[in-house]
């Protein structure tokens, strides 16, 4: 089983409706990360939290919502989903050390009508 | 303005030969750097990462350049394989940084031809 499990792994809704993604781990990790990847742009941070009571906005937390549940569950929604947020959705988790290295789930592609 | 660059979206080689994947910054901030690796229908992987007291970082046939005076890093493999045929993306963070200040580049496709 993967270390970093996202659901769902494809969706597709239309526009207003409401979307939540969901991510475990299993790695004991108490770092947890939201990115979106588009094409040409990279991965770019959305949310990330550092422990179930500290949640911080990234680079591009507009349009979204976090909700760490337990440390190892970090779930991210879309109250109004719309087309520009359709993507490719990474959590990630990392341990405390200094080194960058993050542990990325398999993805969740998200399309919005 | 992106901060790091990866102006190859692609990039093909033979199996056998040196792949050279590029990656340019512009915040002389940056003190740390890494490399991941990303399959079809996977998340990125940690590849390698080298640190800016370095100039080079080797893990058998992977190695990582920094070039701090021309903010430029390279990411060499030899010989290059046919499962090495991913998405590379390079990324950098502050002295102060942690995964949370990562700043990742756009990525370059790799095919390595058998």
């Known amino acids: 089983d993967a270390d970093v499990t996202q659901t769902p792994r494809n969706r597709i809704t239309k526009t207003g409706k409401r979307i939540m993604l969901e991510c475990s781990q299993t790695k004991g990790h108490d770092r947890m990360y939201w990115y979106r990847q588009d094409p040409g742009l990279g991965l770019r941070l959305i949310y990330y939290?550092?422990?179930?009571?500290?949640?911080n906005k990234g680079e591009i937390s507009d349009g979204y919502s976090v909700s760490r549940q337990a440390q190892a569950k970090f779930s991210l929604s879309l109250e109004s989903a719309i087309p520009n947020q359709t993507a490719l959705y990474f959590c990630a988790t990392s341990d405390g050390t200094y080194t960058g290295e993050l542990f990325f789930g398999e993805g969740s592609r998200l399309t919005v009508l | 303005d992106q901060q790091v660059k990866q102006n190859s979206p692609s990039l093909s080689v033979q199996e056998g030969r040196i792949s050279i994947l590029n990656c340019d910054y512009t915040n002389s901030m940056f003190d740390y750097f890494l490399w991941y690796k990303k399959y079809p229908a996977e998340g990125p992987t940690f590849l390698i990462s080298i640190s800016s007291i370095k100039d080079k970082n080797e893990d058998g046939r992977f190695t990582v350049f920094l070039n701090k005076s021309a903010k430029h890093l390279s990411l060499h493999i030899v010989p290059s394989q046919p499962g090495d045929s991913a998405v590379y993306f390079c990324a950098a963070s502050p002295i102060s940084g942690s995964a949370r200040q990562l700043t990742f580049g756009s990525g370059t496709q790799l095919t390595v031809l058998p």
């Open positions: 939290s550092f422990d179930v009571k500290d949640i």
